[in-house]
Each structure stands twice: as structure tokens, then as C-alpha cells.
């Protein structure tokens, strides 16, 4: 079946000649008529371009998917699958629990893919991507027998799109509570009802990092289900994990008695209260990690975001001991790494500490970044050493 065309302007060529993969809709010249899902890219000569994933919807009208003329059908997508899992093999090590499909960044757009052990957990987060989730179901049931294949598609992005949340097991059996080993530490995920996809996977080789520094008293604050939590505990003497999320906290605390842990306690609060306490009591801690959520969604909310990780990073510092570490991470989009550590430097000064850069790093490998399309570079995780 020939796919049906769109054509575009030239300002929505050139965006491809840059090398990004998004086209407006502002950009498109006709698709009147035209159902969601795979499409030809011609220019208003009617010359080919590429093919992409269209919706009516949303303000991103196309997603390249190729250059190539060849149909867009499952064997291209298992193609694209494969390729994807391919360089896992080489990036994720002895990881039980990593993105398998990273959406843009393995050319799939708006396909997620995670591997938790023998599940796989999907979000197809664009109209044309939706109508595919069915190949895509039968592809990882070819390709990986997975004991259960779920959707979490209760993501708000989704709205953008006109596409309902939903979630649930797509094929196989109830998952369950499913426990994988992460960095030699035993933790446990709840695939239907966790954020996300059930963990925060981006984080895999940061929490691996931090370990290594870690030492003495330790505080993970915004620790969800404790993932950097029980990285550092080995590597410390005492380690209290923060979140608001009463629900994270209890299967932290399940994941702490799985590897028989005792040095680890939770404590649910807003983190911007509990470190001003920490600091008007004078406590004092060896490692402290910093891992919000994205204060900067949009564009305008940036200068918010900005005050929102000084004041974090300003009191993270005030109870750092020297010879302290600072395991500190941005995932906005919209704050570079510039801004955080200029936002930092800021919080140094204020709170009179020298502090050097130990690291800077990005999200773990299975989430590639393309050099051309800036929006798959969001995670910024810096080391810091408080002299
Ligand atoms: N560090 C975690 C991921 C953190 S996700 C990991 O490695 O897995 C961000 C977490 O921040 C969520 O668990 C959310 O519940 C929590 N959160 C959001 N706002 C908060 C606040 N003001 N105080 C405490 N926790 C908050």
C-alpha cells in the first residue's frame, strides 16, 4: 500500500536539511483528508523527501521516520527494533532493566520501549506511532517471548495528540511485582502503577557513578523508589532516601528488605522543606543527591526552574561536610548544563564553599542523544566535590 503524501514548505525543508526530525504544522502546505499514521514528505514540486509519522492533532504535525522510499511496514520496523537492541548489547552491560527504543533517538519517534527482566513495558506517544502499536506488540512477541508485554500510555503528552490514557498488559500474563538487579543491588518495579514506564531508567549509570563517591552519611533526596538510595547504601554508613510520594517510599522500602539493607531509612516530605530544616538543625551529610522532577516543562517556566534548583543546590551545599560529594541532575529540557552550573556556581558562592566539577554526565547510553536534534539531550548529572 502507498502511503498517502503531505507536502511541505520549504522553511519545513530546511528543518530536515538541519538534520532534525520534527516538522510543524505551520510547515505543512496540504494534508487535508489525510488519517493519521505513515505518510510521503514531498516538497510543493512534488518532489520526495522522506517518510514520516502524521497527526492531525498535534503541534507536531510530521516525525521523520526515513529518507528512503522504501514502505514504511513491519520488516522496516522489526529493522529498526533490531538495530536499537543491537546497540543495547553493547551499552547496557549485565543491565536487567533498560530502554530498549528511546523514541527519536533510535529513529522511532514517539516509541518507547523498556525492558524490566522478561517484560517489556511500551508507550506510543504520537497518533501515527498508536496505530502501530499492534505491529509493534507483535514484533517483541516474535522477537523476545516476553512472560508479558504492558502499555503505559496514561502519559499526559498523549492529549497533545487527541489520544486517550491508557494503560495495561497488552499480552502475556499479570506481571506482578517484577525485581531486577541493577549495579549488583536487587530492586523491585511495579510496571502498572509506577511513574513512568515503573523507573526512572535514564538514571541507570548516574546512580552507578554516584556510588562511587559515595561515602559516610548519605541523603538521596526526591529518591522515588529509592534508586540511588540503594546504590549508595554498600558504600556508606547511613543513607535516608526523601520523596512526597508515600507509594515510591513503601517499595523502596520492600526493594531495602530484598537485599537486606540496614542502613537505609525513608522519609516522606517536600524536599525544599526538608533541607531548609536540615540546615536551620545543623545536620550534616557526606553525599547528598539532588533528583527532581522537570521544573521546566516549557520554555516559559524556565527562570522558575532556575530559582527552584538554586535554592536545592544552595542548601545541598550548606550540609555537605568538606570532602563532601554533590550528586546533583536537571532533567528540563529547557535548562542547559551551562545554566546548571552557573546556577550552582551561584549557590556555591552564597553558601561560602569551593566546590569542583568531579563530573559531568548525561543520561545512561540506552537513551542516545542526536547531535541534531537537541531535544534528546534533557538529563544533566554533575559530580561535585565540596572542598
Ligand atoms: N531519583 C529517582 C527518580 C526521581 S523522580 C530514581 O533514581 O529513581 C522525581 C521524584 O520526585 C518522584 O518520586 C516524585 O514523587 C518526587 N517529588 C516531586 N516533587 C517533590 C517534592 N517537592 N518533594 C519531594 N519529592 C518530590
Redesign the pocket.
Known sequence: MIAPTVAITSRGLERLASGHVWIYRSDVLSASGIEPGVVRLVDKKNQFWGQALYSDKSQIALRLLTREERPFDAAFLAERIRAAAAFRQQVVGGAQAFRLVASEGDLLPSLIIDRYGDCLVIQTLSQGMDRLKSTVVEILQKEYTPRAILERNDAAVRALEGLPEQSGLLAGEDPGEVVVEENGVKICFDLQHG?KTG??LD?REN?AAAANYAHGRAL??????G??ALALAPHCDAVLG????GD?LRQAARSQSLNGFTNLEWKE????DFLKCADQEKQRFDTV?I???AFARQKSSRESALRGYKELNLRALKILNPGGYLITCSCSFHVSEADLLEVIANAALDAHRTVAVVERRTQSRDHPILLTVPETHYLKCLILRVL
Do not use: E, I, L
Not at 242 to 245: A, G, N, P, Q, R
Not at 269 to 272: D, E, G, I, K, M
Open positions: 511513574q523507573g526512572f538514571q546512580r538521596d533526596c526526591f529518591t522515588y523508589t534508586g540511588f526523601v520523596d512526597s510520594s515510591a516530605a517536600n524536599c525544599f543527591v533528583d527532581p522532577p
